[in-house]
């Protein structure tokens, strides 16, 4: 399965350790690519949502075959099996292609969120987007274990 994260900006020195472990644990289980945007967060919020989501899209262009998953707090809250019901779903029925995007500091505009009806929250805590990705990862590594009914940690 093919797995594509955006996100924006890197990951900070004190994570990398945490962050690297994920990416290499799901090398055992899917092809991941993790694809950084830097934040634009220059002019108001609007502008910089606008500007940010233009480069979101810009990724997405060659991406079309893939289905999007845009975090976000505030939209559906997904339980662990619920994210590896998603990965099976998709490995069945949508050729093995998910995108997961995590929004910038200002999040997604209405209209943003409007175009992508595929939302998961992982409640209404906001979490800093170093955290944001390394929780990601680590619920994509459980959903591929509990959809493989591998043992993991409870
Ligand atoms: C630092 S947060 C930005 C928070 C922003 N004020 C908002 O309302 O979305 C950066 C990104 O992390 C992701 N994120 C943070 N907490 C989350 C949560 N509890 N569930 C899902 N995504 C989350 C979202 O994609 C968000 O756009």
Redesign the pocket.
């Known amino acids: 399965m093919k797995i594509k994260l955006i996100c924006f900006n890197k990951v900070n020195k004190e994570y990398k350790e945490v962050y690297s472990s994920y990416i290499n644990k799901l090398k055992n289980h899917c092809d991941l690519e993790i694809i950084e945007i830097n934040e634009f967060d220059h002019g108001d919020i609007k502008s910089n949502m606008t500007k940010n989501e233009q480069n979101i899209d810009l990724k997405l262009n060659d991406l079309k075959d893939y289905e999007v998953f845009?975090?976000?707090?505030?939209s559906k809250q997904y339980t662990s099996e619920m994210i590896a019901n998603t990965l099976v779903e998709n490995k069945n029925y949508k050729g093995g292609k998910a995108c997961f995007?995590?929004?910038?500091?200002?999040?997604?505009s209405q209209d943003f969120r409007k175009l992508h009806p595929n939302k998961?929250?992982?409640?209404?805590?906001?979490?800093?987007?170093n955290l944001?990705r390394i929780v990601l990862l680590e619920q994509i590594y459980r959903g591929f274990k509990i959809s493989k009914n591998q043992k993991y940690h409870k």
């Open positions: 845009l975090l976000d707090i505030n995007i995590i929004g910038p500091s200002d999040g997604f998961i929250s992982f409640g209404l805590i906001t979490l800093p987007y944001v």
